[in-house]
C-alpha cells in the first residue's frame, strides 16, 4: 500500500487512531506523573523526511528521540520525540529531589525517560489494536539525545527502499497542578510498513 | 560575496571558491567532501545507503547511494574543472545514534555506509585524507572551497576541523 495515493477516508482513520492515541498518551502521562494531563487536539499528517525535520523546528534541533519496534501483526516502528524541557518537566515530576538536570544524561534518567517514551508509544500502539484487534507487540525503546536531523534519519534510512513518508502527530500537552500550568508539545512518527498499513485498513473494513 | 550551499539528505552539489558547502545533522548517513586545491572546486555529497544493484539512471535514487552518489559527485567536479590526480578526500558521519535496538540492521547502517563510502573511493583511486566516522552522535559538516576545510558540529560535543 503506497503512503502517497492514500484517499481521505484513509487519512480519516490515521487520524482517528491519533486522536485516540493522544487521549491514551495524556490519560497515561498523567497516571506515571501523579498530576493531571490535558491535552489539544492532536494534529496528524503524512510529511516526508524533510517536512518532518523542518516541523521539529529544522535539522539541528536538540531533541529526545525513543526508538521503538513494532513486532506481531503490525510491524515497523514508532518514534516518539521531544523537547528537552518535556525531558526535564518528565523527569522531575517522577524523580522530585533526586533529579538535577537534563544536561548530562545518566542511566537513571536514561531509563526513566525509556520508560515515558514506552507509555507513549504503547498508548498509540493500543489505539490501533482496540479498534483493529490486531495483536501489536512493542520492543524496548532505544534512546538517543542529539538533533532532529540526525535522529529522523534512523527511521528515514531504515524505510528508503519502501516510502519515505512518515505518519506524524503532533501533540499539546498541558500538565495542569495546583503550583503551576505548563505546556508541552511532543511528537510521535508512525511508520507501519505497507502491507501493516494494508492489514490496518482492512481490518477496518476499508477498501484499498 | 561567498554564499553557503546546502547539501540535503540525498542530495550533491558542487561550488568554487569562495562559497562553502554545508549538510546537515548527519546520523547513520556519510558526508563526502572532495576538493582539488588548485582550482578550489569543492564538492559534497550526503548518501544515506550504501550501495545499489539498480541500473536505472534516475539521478535522485542515484544520489542516494554511496556506490552510484560519489562517482556522479566526481563527474560533477570535473565539469567545474576539478582535475581527478588533485582530488582528495574527506569524510564523516556513519554514526550509530540508537544502541542496542534489537535490530541489527539499524545498528549497522553507520557502519556499512563507510565501508561502501571506502570502497568507493578506493575504486576511483581518490585518498582519503581525513576521516571522522562512526561513534554515536550527529554532526552537521561544513566544507568551504576556499581552502579545504572540513568543519564539523555536534550538539553534544562542540566543533572542530579537518
Not at chain 1, 524523580?95 to 536514561?110: L, V
Not at chain 2, 572546486?41 to 550526503?46: Q, T
Not at chain 2, 556499512?112 to 554532526?139: E, F, H, M, S, W
Request: hydrophobic content about 45%; some cysteine; glycine content about 8%.
Amino acid at each position: 500500500m503506497d503512503y502517497e495515493k492514500m484517499d481521505s477516508l484513509q487519512i480519516d482513520v490515521l487520524r482517528e487512531i491519533g486522536n485516540i492515541g493522544s487521549g491514551n498518551a495524556a490519560t497515561s502521562l498523567s497516571e506515571f506523573l501523579s498530576c493531571p494531563v490535558n491535552i489539544g487536539v492532536p494534529s496528524v499528517q503524512i510529511l516526508d523526511y524533510d517536512q518532518v525535520v523542518e516541523a521539529l523546528g529544522g535539522p539541528e534541533t536538540m531533541m529526545v528521540g525513543l526508538l521503538l519496534q513494532l513486532e506481531d501483526d503490525i510491524k515497523g516502528m514508532i518514534m516518539f520525540l521531544l523537547h528537552k524541557e518535556f525531558a526535564h518537566m518528565a523527569l522531575s515530576a517522577l524523580m522530585g529531589d533526586m533529579y538535577n538536570s537534563f544536561d548530562e544524561m545518566d542511566e537513571i534518567s536514561a531509563s526513566a525517560m525509556q520508560e515515558v517514551g514506552n507509555i507513549m508509544a504503547a498508548s498509540y500502539v493500543n489505539a490501533i489494536a482496540d479498534m483493529t484487534g490486531l495483536s501489536i507487540n512493542i520492543s524496548v525503546p532505544s534512546i538517543c539525545m542529539d538533533m532532529a536531523g540526525a535522529i529522523v534519519s534512523v527511521p528515514a534510512v531504515y524505510y528508503a527502499d519502501i516510502s519515505d513518508k512518515i505518519i506524524f502527530i503532533g501533540d499539546d500537552f498541558v500538565r495542569d497542578d495546583s503550583h503551576h500550568a505548563a505546556n508541552f508539545n511532543s511528537h510521535i512518527l508512525m511508520i507501519p510498513e505497507s502491507d501493516s498499513l494494508e492489514k490496518i485498513m482492512t481490518s477496518l473494513g476499508i477498501e484499498i | 560575496m561567498s554564499k553557503t550551499v546546502t547539501v540535503g539528505i540525498s542530495d550533491l552539489n558542487v561550488v568554487k571558491a569562495p562559497d562553502t558547502l554545508v549538510t546537515y545533522a548527519l546520523g547513520s548517513c556519510v558526508g563526502i567532501c572532495m576538493y582539488d586545491p588548485v582550482t578550489k572546486v569543492a564538492g559534497l555529497s550526503h548518501i544515506m545507503l550504501p550501495s545499489s544493484s539498480l541500473t536505472g539512471s534516475d539521478p535522485k535514487q542515484a544520489m542516494r547511494f554511496a556506490n552510484t552518489a560519489i562517482p556522479m559527485l566526481l563527474k560533477k567536479m570535473e565539469s567545474a574543472g576539478a582535475q581527478r590526480p588533485r582530488i582528495k578526500a574527506k569524510i564523516a558521519g556513519g554514526a550509530q545514534m540508537f544502541s542496542s535496538t534489537g535490530n541489527s540492521a539499524i545498528s549497522n547502517i553507520g557502519q556499512r555506509n563507510i565501508a561502501a563510502v571506502k570502497q568507493a573511493l578506493a575504486t576511483l583511486r581518490i585518498p582519503i585524507i581525513a576521516d571522522d566516522t562512526g561513534k554515536n552522535y550527529g554532526r552537521t559538516l561544513y566544507l568551504t572551497a576556499e581552502d579545504g576545510v572540513m568543519r564539523i558540529k555536534s550538539v553534544n560535543r562542540g566543533e572542530w576541523t579537518y
